[in-house]
Every structure is written in structure tokens, then in C-alpha cells.
């Protein structure tokens, strides 16, 4: 940058901290010196220009007209734009590791230097840049001038959880001549403010603590718990399958950021169907297979457990059709930072390096309005392609249904007949310009897909996370949904899972179970709240279902009352129905239920059907059901739920430990370390 596009960055961040609310008194002393600051940053500030020579010749004089010209004040905000303006651009704008040595001592804060020699915009001895002077005299208060990334301004000991502070500010703890963890511009550990996650912060002086976990604007769906229900009156379950694995990767970023998840972020389909299960590979027509078992339901002795599991035919990565893909990627400035657009382009890499000559990209940005990036770009051209994805920027608004129609604009124009054509969007969901209600956008999102374009979404950020409507998005675009918290997390779902992510092998996969009233007595279905459907939805090839990808497993279990068991959990008795009592062949059949599937081809329009009995007759318990029933209770005791007053952090440690099988990943050793950290979190809130 030049010193006028750097002034003109300064001029943005003073908005921003005069929008956002940052200047407690617009009347102070403070807010005028931002003011008068701001008037000299939005003049021209080059060189050689008139303004600038004529400041500097003024600041340079120590005669008395220049004190009465300027008064103090004024001169402290004409210095820190004429000296300061330069390097602070600068270190608003750099991308340099937060680590323990970001911050030292005075003018050697940053190593390397934004004036060039090591220094940093801090005086030697003071705590930082604070309300009531520019220059740092209000209280040794650190404010951060980068407030969509302040954690390049603190350094904060990552053993120390949003959770410790708040039990510290729970117990109204007052001047503290230690502050856990933290450090300051000056080296010490006391009375500082420290900035948390984006625009909120935790601080830490000499009359409170205030904090702030820095995800209240995070939007999740409100998940009732599926109920008992009686077979003799309900005895038909339906549901869409969901290979979604978002829920999982969301939770696990929130327990590493040492929190407990929000009941909404906990759904149970998506933690069990992250894992893969060992199911057999299809034979004959059908691209999936399918696996039933029956054993005791570890939560409930008196209970049974059904498992149920799909297995999706693997397509080798050199046989999948060709691609017509389309990256949609959010800009906006709610993406700013490492774990947002950063996060992105790196994923996104990884993807690319897989593409083939005969697959094509083509790249979308919106923020504030949208625009095409790349071209449908032929994956032989890596270098072209990268070069697009790096040189993306975060800054705006949110235009995000602009963009999305733009998106499909250009895959429905390179469009692959027998190929895989998807839009690919990569955002935190906080659509905020444009069509923004989660009605507008999945209407416009179910027409869409009629053209044959499938949806990705990957969700990526913290703080701003708009979970529920990400989720609704792909499910009415014939997609998935994943949540990227971390480069490992990218190589699992667009290099390992590529073809399941990426390549759909039937779509509208519809489940139902039919209960033998003479062996159930009660039954409910494990998660899968946002995916039932009516009985009559079955076999309805209008209404639309779930997408299965190649070498996608998906897994469903059922709890089960067996006929004649006495258990608080059956719902309560309706008066004796007429019509409805059960034949003596049902009481003398050995079969417990029977599943039913429906699904159509990726391009087809009528569906097919398979049928499997379950007869009630228990087997030895594979690690297949033994996991997932781990799986389940985690997710059980994270949501609170009612079934989970016999469950116990420990047993699920005891089931999963015992289930953990080959592990190729690691994925299900990191689970166990997940419940653990879980079990410490929990004991916490006790």
C-alpha cells in the first residue's frame, strides 16, 4: 500500500470504532481526538502534499502560535495520524502468528518491526493506546484498533478457557495483580483489557471483569427431542437419511475452545454419521447396501437397541464423471481473519490439487455484491486457479443470495450432462443483504436444483456461525453439509470423503420402519428430528429427501420397548381403538419390524424399493453398534436429554475405548479424548 491507500484504511478503522460503538462518551476528549483524527485521514496525506507539509512543519515548530493554534489534544491526534497513521495501517492489515512472542515490551512488541526497526505503536512503558489519549493515559487499557481480528493486539495462554474467565467474573473478582494467562504490550499480567473473539472482549482491570464468550451471535436451531411412541397406534416411523456430519465437527471446535455446546448445535444423526462404520459394499443393482442388528440397549437394560446402516458404493476417484463445480465464496467482512477466509482458501487448495483436466472450476465472490472471480477454468490449470483463490479479500456486506444466483448462473451455462455439476458455497450463513429470511433463500434454492446443479456447503468462522440456515440450504439443494474447523477437517472432507462430498449416488433416500405390534410396545427413533416426514411422504416421489454419496455409510438406531415391558418411558395409554387390535399372527411372527427404503437415481425421477425384516433374536454386538451407541449417548449427554439421566461421561468412555477397531484416521481415538474434555467441562458447571 502507499501512505494515501494506508490513511484511507486508518479513516475506515476510526468508522468502525466509532460505529461499533467503541467510544463510551461521543462528547469526550477521546472521541474528539478521533474526530479531528479522522479529518486529517480523509485528507491527502501523500508526501508531498499541502496538508501534510503544513503539518509537519507545524509539528516540527515549538512556537507558542502553534499551542494556541492547536490545542493539546489536537496535537495528540495530529501526531498520531501524521506519525503513527503509516504503521498502524500497517498493523491492522498484517497477517502475522499470534504467538508468545507477538507482544513484548514497549517499541520491541513486534518482532520485525512496523516501523521498520522492531517497534510497535505502543510507548515504551505504557500498557497501550486507551480511552482519554491517543498516546495511552486512561487506565493502562489495551484497545484493540483491529476489532474484526484483536487477537493480533493479545496474547492469551490457550489453557486458560472462556470458561475459567467466567468463573472468575461469576465471583465478581476486582483488581488482580495476575492475570491468568494473559500478557500485555508491557510484559505484565495486570489490569488489562484483552480482546476474546471479534468484536467482544474480556477484560481484565482494576474494577471488574466482564466476560465474554464471543458466540452470542451464533444461530442454532431449536431440536425438540423425538418421543416414545406407541406401535399399536404409531406403528409406521419415516424419515429422511442425513449423511451431514457438520453437527460433529462444530461441537468438537466449541469443547477445544473449552465450552459446552448449545443443545441446538448437538444434533445426533450428524455426531454418529461422521464415522465410518464397517457395513459391506452393495452387490447386484442397488448402489448401497444395507445392515440391521438388534442387541440391548446399553442406557436402558430394559430396553432394546435396533441399528440400522447404509452403505454407499465406492467409486474410485479416477472413475468419478467429470465436474462442473462452482466455489461460491463469502468475502464479507463477518469472514475476516485465519479461521474464516483464511481457513477457506486453504481448504479449498487442497481440493484443487485433486481436480483433473476434464473437471472444471469456476469461482464466485459476494460481499456487499457479487462477482465472478474465475472463469470455468479446466483443473489442469492448478497454478491459475490458486492464484484466484489467494488474492480473494474479506471486506463488506453479505449479498449472499446474489451470489448464489450467480453461482448457478455459471454452472447451469458449464453444464455436464451425466456429470457431477455442484455449487460449492463456503461461508459462515450470516446472509444479511439481499434475500435474508431462511424462507426466501431455500425456496429459491429448492427451484434451483431442478436444473440438476447439486449444493455444498461447507460452514467455516466462530462467533457469527448461522448453523440452522446452513443446514436448510443444502438440505434443499440436494447437498451436504460440512463444518471446517481445521485443515485436518479439509483433507477429511474434500481429499479423503471427496467422492461422498462431492459425487451423489442416489438421491431422495427415504427410510421406513414398520413396528410388529405383538413384539414393540413403544419405540423412538435416535435423532433424525429435522428429517421425519409423514407416512404418506414414503411413497410420495414428489417430496423430497436425503443424498447419498459414493462411500457414504449412514447410520440410524432405534430404542425399543419390547411388547410386555413395564418402563417409564411409554407415552401414556389412549382408550382401546376398535379397529386397531392386533392379530394373533402378529403376537406368533418372529419378526420385529420390517425397514423400507425408497431412493431414486441421481438423475431419475421415479424411486425404487428395497425391503428388510429384523426378527427379533439378538446377536453377538459388532463394534459397529457398540460406536455408535457411544457416539449417541455423547450426544445425548451434551443435549441434556431426557434419556440420559442412566448415562455417564464414563461408560461412554468405557463403550467407545472397547469399539475403537482399526481407526485408519485417528477419527474415533480424538472422540475419546472429546468426551473426556467433555467430562472436565461438565464437572465444572455442577
Given amino acids: 500500500m502507499n501512505e494515501q491507500e494506508l490513511a484511507d484504511k486508518f479513516s475506515e478503522e476510526l468508522d468502525h470504532l466509532i460505529e461499533t460503538g467503541r467510544i463510551d462518551d461521543p462528547k469526550s476528549e477521546f472521541a474528539k481526538d478521533l474526530a479531528f483524527a479522522k479529518e486529517l485521514a480523509d485528507a491527502d496525506l501523500s508526501s508531498d502534499s499541502e496538508i501534510r507539509g503544513s503539518l509537519g512543519a507545524e509539528l516540527e515548530s515549538t512556537s507558542t502560535k502553534f499551542w494556541n493554534v492547536y490545542p493539546v489534544y489536537k496535537m495528540a491526534a495530529a501526531f498520531c495520524v501524521m506519525v503513527l497513521a503509516v504503521p498502524i495501517a500497517e498493523f491492522i492489515s498484517s497477517d502475522y502468528d499470534d504467538d508468545a512472542a507477538t507482544l513484548q515490551v514497549g517499541f520491541d512488541s513486534k518482532p520485525g518491526g512496523m516501523f521498520g526497526q ?113 406401535a399399536k397406534e404409531n406403528p409406521l416411523s419415516t424419515f429422511s437419511i442425513d449423511v451431514d456430519a457438520a453437527s460433529y465437527s462444530n461441537v468438537r471446535r ?9 443443545a441446538g448445535a448437538v444434533r445426533v444423526e450428524e455426531m454418529i454419521n461422521y464415522f465410518d462404520y464397517d457395513y459391506p459394499q452393495p452387490k447386484g443393482k442397488h448402489p448401497f447396501s444395507i445392515t440391521t442388528e438388534l442387541a440391548a440397549c446399553p442406557w436402558n437394560a430394559k430396553h432394546k437397541l435396533v441399528h440400522v446402516g447404509i452403505q454407499g458404493r465406492t467409486i474410485p476417484k479416477d472413475a468419478l464423471p467429470p465436474s462442473n463445480l462452482v466455489f461460491l465464496i463469502d468475502t464479507s467482512g463477518s469472514m475476516s481473519g485465519p479461521e474464516g477466509l483464511g481457513l477457506v482458501q486453504k481448504s479449498l487448495a487442497l481440493l484443487v490439487k485433486e481436480l483433473r483436466e476434464e473437471d472444471r472450476i469456476a469461482i464466485v465472490a459476494y460481499a456487499g455484491s457479487a462477482g465472478l472471480v474465475l472463469p470455468a477454468t479446466s483443473g489442469i490449470y492448478k497454478d491459475r486457479i490458486l492464484t484466484a483463490i489467494s488474492a480473494l479479500e474479506s471486506g463488506g456486506s453479505t449479498a449472499g443470495a446474489e451470489g448464489i444466483e450467480l ?36 425456496r429459491m434454492i429448492e427451484k434451483k436444483r431442478t436444473q440438476g446443479v447439486f449444493l455444498t456447503v461447507l460452514g467455516f468462522g466462530f462467533g457469527n456461525i448461522q448453523d440452522g440456515k446452513m443446514e436448510k440450504l443444502a438440505d434443499k439443494g440436494n447437498g451436504n453439509y460440512a463444518y471446517i474447523d481445521t485443515l485436518k477437517e479439509a483433507n477429511k472432507v474434500l481429499v479423503n470423503e471427496m467422492g461422498g462430498t462431492l459425487f451423489t449416488i442416489a438421491k431422495d433416500v427415504k427410510i421406513q420402519v414398520e413396528f410388529n405390534p405383538g413384539r414393540v410396545k413403544a419405540y423412538r427413533l435416535v435423532g433424525y428430528e429435522n428429517r421425519m416426514l409423514h407416512a404418506q411422504d414414503f411413497n410420495d416421489d414428489k417430496k423430497d429427501a436425503g443424498e447419498l454419496g459414493s462411500g457414504h455409510t449412514v447410520t440410524a438406531l432405534y430404542e425399543i420397548v419390547p411388547a410386555g415391558v413395564d418402563s417409564e418411558s411409554v407415552p401414556e395409554k389412549i382408550d382401546s381403538l376398535k379397529y386397531q387390535r392386533p392379530a394373533k399372527k402378529n403376537i406368533k411372527s418372529k419378526e420385529l419390524l420390517t425397514v423400507k427404503f425408497r431412493y ?69 481415538a480424538e472422540f475419546i479424548r472429546l468426551v473426556e474434555k467433555a467430562k472436565t467441562l461438565d464437572s465444572r458447571t455442577d
Fill in 254 to 262: 466449541i469443547l477445544n475452545e473449552g465450552r459446552l455446546p448449545p
Fill in 118 to 230: 522492531s517497534y510497535s505503536p505502543y510507548e515504551s512503558g505504557v500498557e497501550g493506546i486507551s480511552p482519554g489519549g491517543l498516546a495511552g493515559s486512561g487506565g493502562n487499557v489495551i484497545t484493540p484498533l483491529n476489532a474484526q481480528d484483536p487477537t493480533k493486539l493479545i496474547t492469551r495462554d490457550p489453557s486458560v478457557s472462556i470458561a475459567d474467565l467466567k468463573q472468575m467474573a461469576s465471583r465478581g473478582l476486582a483488581k488482580s495483580a495476575a492475570a491468568p494467562g494473559f500478557r500485555g504490550a508491557s510484559g505484565s499480567a495486570n489490569e488489562i483489557l484483552l480482546a476474546a473473539r471479534g468484536d467482544n472482549v474480556v477484560s481484565i482491570n482494576q474494577y471488574q471483569i466482564v466476560a465474554d464468550d464471543g458466540h452470542d451471535r451464533e444461530g442454532y436451531d431449536n431440536i425438540p427431542e423425538n418421543p416414545f411412541r406407541l
Fill in 407 to 442: 453461482a448457478y448462473r455459471i454452472a447451469g451455462d458449464n453444464f455436464k450432462k451425466g456429470g457431477n455439476n455442484r455449487v460449492i458455497l463456503a461461508t459462515d450463513g450470516d446472509f444479511n443483504v439481499g434475500l435474508s429470511s431462511d424462507d426466501e433463500l431455500t
Fill in 600 to 668: 431414486k437415481e441421481p438423475d431419475g425421477y421415479k424411486s425404487r424399493l428395497l425391503t428388510r425384516p429384523l426378527a427379533d433374536s439378538e446377536v453377538p454386538v459388532t463394534e459397529n453398534l457398540r460406536f455408535s451407541a457411544a457416539v449417541a449417548q455423547f450426544a445425548m449427554l451434551l443435549r441434556k436429554s431426557a434419556s440420559a439421566k442412566n448415562l455417564s461421561y464414563d461408560g461412554v468412555l468405557e463403550e467407545a475405548r472397547a469399539a475403537k477397531g482399526e481407526d485408519k484416521h485417528g477419527y474415533r
